[in-house]
């Protein structure tokens, strides 16, 4: 397989989806058997599913939580990690995954623009910051208070609310001469833009996932195959 060089004039702007987790044992989400597969986004996952039915949302981020607690980073996630450790000061991170599995594999400038599983937040603007939690809530009751008297709710992006840190994405993009986009379908916005706008400033844009993306013809590269099994060994850093 022919490498992905990156010479020492490169700064690299890296989008991971769940696609990057599926060889940890975390299922995608579009796939037969995917994550949305036995749910509605419309219930688990809106503004408006929270409040009608936030025992719903926190009973579908609960099993997620379980789910992932013996999740394992695989190569890819070690692939990124070496190719950071390698390119610190020009190599930037986003990943739409809620998982930790980027950072426990060693990753450092990195911003989870649908949030983190990880966390929970006041469901008020009331000014609280997100807090740890990796509780696996059994009912609603279990589910703690904020000081402000509102409801916990995951630190989760829901559809329709705006992901985070959007202004720093787009200056790293723009920035960037090299996007790699691995694992995920190009279904989602904004994130499934991100390539359009690495070509408009000029950028080499690399896919890496084993079915094309719905935006591949944006791609200028699309290395085939799964993540773990094609990321180790495939970058040459020309420094
Ligand atoms: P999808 O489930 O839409 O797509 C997963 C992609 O991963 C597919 O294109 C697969 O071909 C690819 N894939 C599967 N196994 C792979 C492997 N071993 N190596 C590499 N790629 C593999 O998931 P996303 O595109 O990540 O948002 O979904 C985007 C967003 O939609 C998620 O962040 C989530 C979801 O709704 C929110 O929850 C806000």
Known sequence: MPAVSVSSADRVFVLTGAGVSAESGLPTFRAEDGLWAGFRVEDVCTPDAWRRDPAAVWAF?????????SAKPNPAHLALAELE??????FFLCTQNVDDLHERAGSANLIHMHGELAKSRCEHECGSPPVEDR????????????????RLRPHIVFFGEIPFEMPRIEREISLSTLMLVVGTSGNVYPAANFVHWAR??????????????????????????????????LFRIDN
């Open 61 to 69: 981020y609960s099993a997620r939580r379980a789910q992932g607690q």
């Open 200 to 233: 408009q400033a000029g950028a080499r844009t690399v896919y890496i996932g084993p079915e094309r993306p719905l935006n591949a013809p944006a791609f200028t590269e699309i290395v085939e195959g799964k993540a773990g099994e094609v990321m180790p060994g």
């Open 135 to 150: 509780a696996v809530y059994a009912g609603l009751d279990d589910v703690p208070r904020c000081a402000c008297g509102g």
């Open 85 to 90: 450790a390698q390119i610190p000061s020009r």
